[in-house]
């Protein structure tokens, strides 16, 4: 052969190398066992009982789905290791939050907000909101009294407060709490207030707890002329 012809063969070889080492990387690579994706632990998140994390799927993604079955399933030991890595300004922490109070973990739900003792800008006031919202709407006067205590607020604008959900819920323990608590049994302007709802709804009980105190709460003082 010549040499232009042995160079010619030769870079052959090599491309044919190439490819055949590539399809082979590709084969191993579908094989390989791959960590869940963002979306699949999106959907872990609904779905506590029927998928719990290995320990370590992936240094971010395991660590994040891990954090929100664990609070939703109340796992104080395991939610608190998982909130050492994971800042609180993070979304997933918040979405832990969320879910731990809706499933009434008082315990998980007050860890967690000593944790992030610091925040209280708006965005923050909004997360503490809807957690108390979840709470309220599964009667979890324990997490509500959590939440309360932590600045979480009884009314936001444009949301529909806790204690009207409560009120649809129809728990009378709850509305007492939140009436404790400072919500104003007039309600606010955006929105029915509590004692129309009860009314409406016909819940005697609601009704009476929510009467019962505003008549305790003193009348405002006549301005003097």
Request: aromatic fraction near 4%; include cysteine.
């Amino acid at each position: 052969l010549s040499k232009m012809e042995t160079r010619t063969f030769t870079n052959d070889q090599r491309s044919r190398t190439y490819f055949i080492n590539k399809r082979k990387a590709e084969k191993k690579k579908k094989l390989r066992p791959q960590p869940p994706s963002a979306v699949q632990s999106i959907a872990v998140i609904d779905s506590v009982d029927e998928y719990i994390p290995p320990m370590k799927v992936s240094p971010v993604v395991g660590d994040l789905a891990r954090l929100v079955t664990r609070a939703a399933m109340g796992d104080l030991e395991e939610v608190e290791k998982c909130v050492r890595l994971i800042p609180c300004r993070d979304l997933w922490w918040e979405v832990a939050l969320r879910k731990a109070a809706a499933n009434g973990h008082h315990e998980v739900v007050n860890m967690m907000l000593q944790k992030a003792k610091g925040r209280k800008n708006r965005r923050w006031r909004s997360v503490l909101h809807t957690a108390a919202q979840f709470a309220a709407q599964n009667g979890h006067t324990k997490v509500l009294t959590v939440l309360l205590a932590n600045g979480a607020p009884t009314n936001l604008l444009g949301s529909e407060s806790p204690i009207n959900i409560a009120i649809r819920k129809g728990h009378a323990q709850v509305v007492r709490a939140l009436l404790t608590a400072g919500s104003p049994p007039s309600g606010v302007a955006y929105e029915e207030s509590p004692l129309s709802l009860a009314r409406s709804i016909g819940n005697v009980t609601i009704v009476s707890i929510i009467s019962t105190h505003a008549s305790h709460i003193p009348a405002p003082h006549a301005p003097k002329d």
